[in-house]
């Protein structure tokens, strides 16, 4: 069975400070992957997608970028944080193929003071 | 517009009722539908998926697609406290961007 993983956690880190999160899946091969941020009351939002190494598609400007070293490792990362990058991160894969339907990680919270 | 609306609620029920989750849409060209259960602090756990019109049944939970009305719903029967959490509609039409709607939170009283 397929599984996805994230870490870290939860994170506290100072306006200003790089960031780096790292998503895994197992169990499949060529995902079609993904990077949300969820804001409370403001649904997903759609921050990245790949459906292939160094396939990238960015859906918003940000400071945020993202790389896909190996075909299941999928990683957020930003130079200089903001306040406002505050939020609940979501890693999400899924088959592609004509099956589109998304699993999600268990998510990152990140916490910018 | 937005592309998927969704009611925020709050919904609260008596344990065992029938509850009633529903998005509508703007894009007649999605064609997959997933439905999602959240519980807080978590990451969303897909409930169900159909592919364009009709209905799909699992369990306690019947999703239903009207394409002609663009009107998703999700049915949840005999409902438990433990199915208390946000439940998000998702859809798509090309399987590379994904659209959400907002989530509604149900509590289901004991």
């Known amino acids: 069975s397929q599984t996805i993983h994230q870490w870290p956690a939860t994170l506290v880190q100072p306006v200003g400070s790089p960031l780096s999160l790292e998503c895994t899946v197992e169990?499949?091969?060529?995902?079609?992957l993904y990077w949300y941020r969820q804001a409370a009351g403001r649904g997903l939002q759609l921050l990245f997608y790949s459906i292939g190494i160094d396939q990238i598609s960015s859906e918003v400007p940000q400071n945020l970028s993202a790389s896909r070293p190996q075909d299941r490792q999928f990683i957020l990362s930003s130079k200089k944080l903001l306040l406002s990058d505050s939020g609940f991160y979501l890693c999400?894969?899924?088959?592609?193929?004509?099956?589109?339907?998304?699993?999600f990680g268990p998510g990152t919270r990140l916490t910018v003071t | 517009q937005k592309e998927v609306e969704q009611d925020p609620g709050p919904l609260s029920v008596p344990e065992g009722a029938i509850v009633s989750l529903n998005c509508t849409y703007s894009n007649s060209a999605f064609q997959y539908f997933m439905w999602y259960r959240q519980y807080s602090r978590k990451g969303p756990e897909l409930l169900m998926y159909t592919y364009s019109s009709g209905n799909k049944e699992d369990g306690r939970f019947t999703a239903q697609v009207d394409k002609s009305s663009k009107y998703i719903s999700l049915f949840i029967r005999d409902s438990q406290p433990s199915d208390s959490a946000t439940y998000l509609c998702?859809?798509?039409?090309?399987?590379?961007?994904?659209?959400f709607g907002t989530g509604t939170s149900l509590t289901v009283i004991p």
């Open positions: 999400a894969w899924s088959p592609g193929t004509d099956l589109y339907e998304q699993y």
């Open positions: 998702a859809m798509t039409n090309t399987g590379n961007q994904f659209y």
């Open positions: 169990g499949t091969s060529n995902p079609n």
